[in-house]
Every structure is written in structure tokens, then in C-alpha cells.
């Protein structure tokens, strides 16, 4: 995506983010006649802190995310981003109970493992760090929620996120990687 990112000079709010104006517009786009099976999405981008997270398991960091964040920031879009309970909630259930920090899921995570590695870089999420007003939370390469500077030249994964529309019909599919739905 080059220099799609989030924007130091826009702050770390989701709605000025070059990332969102990338996603739903020039990628929304190349989707033609998909984007029409897409919904409209209230994505809630409130932010929570960082230090907050690191000792908390992944059912507190769903509730900083999408519970109670520090705002209660909405925006209306088709394409987001993951938060990061998303990507935590895609590693087996024995690591849910565990410390954010005490965890390593490489090879248990679905999203992360081996054989769907996103070019071993971090990947941005949908999320911003109320402690500081230039970082957005990301999950690192060791598998880590942390924050960064939200300086465009962060050449950050992007892992864009949507919901179908309740008219469109399941066919068929396991919801593997050799069977996807």
C-alpha cells in the first residue's frame, strides 16, 4: 500500500487516517460490484492505553476496545481495520485467560502462524493510544500489542476488515485456509 498509513500529521484519529481514506475509497473501488455486498459498519475507534493492556488478558482488552473505551468514538465506514482482541480471540482458547504480555502465539494464532505470516512485519489495527496523540496500537512481530508513531513512513501490515450485508447467503465452505466460506 506504500505510503498508506496512518498520518502524523492528522493525529492518530481513525477518520483522518490516510489508511481509512485509502481503504474506502481507491480499494473500495477496485472491489466493483462487491462493494455492494459490503455493510456500512459504526466502527468504534475510542482508544484505550497501551500500559493498560499489558497485563490484562484478551476478554479486558475486548472490553478497553469495544465495552468501554476511553471515548466513545464512532465512524461509519465499509472497510476497517482488525482491533486487537481480534487478532488475541484468533489464537487457541488457552491463551485467553493469559496476560497480553506473557503471551506468544505464533504458531497457535490463525492469523499469525506460519503459514499466513503477513511479510514478518507489524500489523497496524483499528485502535489509537489515549497516552500518547501520534500512536495507534499495533500487534508486533513477536506477537505483541504495542503502539507506534503513526508516521507515515511506518511500512506497517494492514489487515482490512469488514462485515457482509445480513442478504448475503452462506454456499458453501469450511472457513479454512484450503476451504474458505
Do not use: H
Amino acid at each position: 500500500l506504500g505510503n498508506y498509513a496512518w498520518d502524523e500529521n492528522k493525529g492518530n484519529s481513525w477518520s483522518n487516517s490516510t489508511i481509512n481514506e485509502y481503504l474506502n475509497t481507491i480499494n473500495l473501488n477496485d472491489l466493483a460490484e462487491n462493494t455492494s455486498l459490503i455493510a456500512t459498519t459504526e466502527w468504534l475507534v475510542g482508544g484505550f492505553s497501551r500500559n493498560n493492556i499489558m497485563t490484562n488478558d484478551v476478554k479486558n482488552l475486548y472490553q478497553m476496545e469495544k465495552v468501554t473505551p476511553a471515548e466513545t468514538t464512532t465512524y461509519s465506514a465499509k472497510i476497517g481495520l482488525m482491533y486487537a482482541s481480534d487478532y488475541f480471540y484468533a489464537a487457541n482458547p488457552v491463551y485467553w485467560n493469559m496476560s497480553l504480555y506473557d503471551i506468544s502465539v505464533e504458531d497457535t494464532n490463525w492469523i499469525w502462524g506460519a503459514e499466513n505470516k503477513y511479510m514478518g512485519k507489524t500489523d497496524w489495527t483499528i485502535s489509537y493510544n489515549t497516552d500518547r496523540e501520534n500512536d495507534a496500537i499495533s500487534i508486533g512481530t513477536g506477537q505483541m500489542v504495542t503502539s507506534n508513531d503513526v508516521d507515515a513512513t511506518w511500512q506497517f501490515g494492514i489487515r482490512p476488515c469488514f462485515y457482509l450485508n445480513s442478504s448475503v447467503m452462506y454456499i458453501s465452505g469450511t472457513g479454512t485456509p484450503t476451504d474458505p466460506y
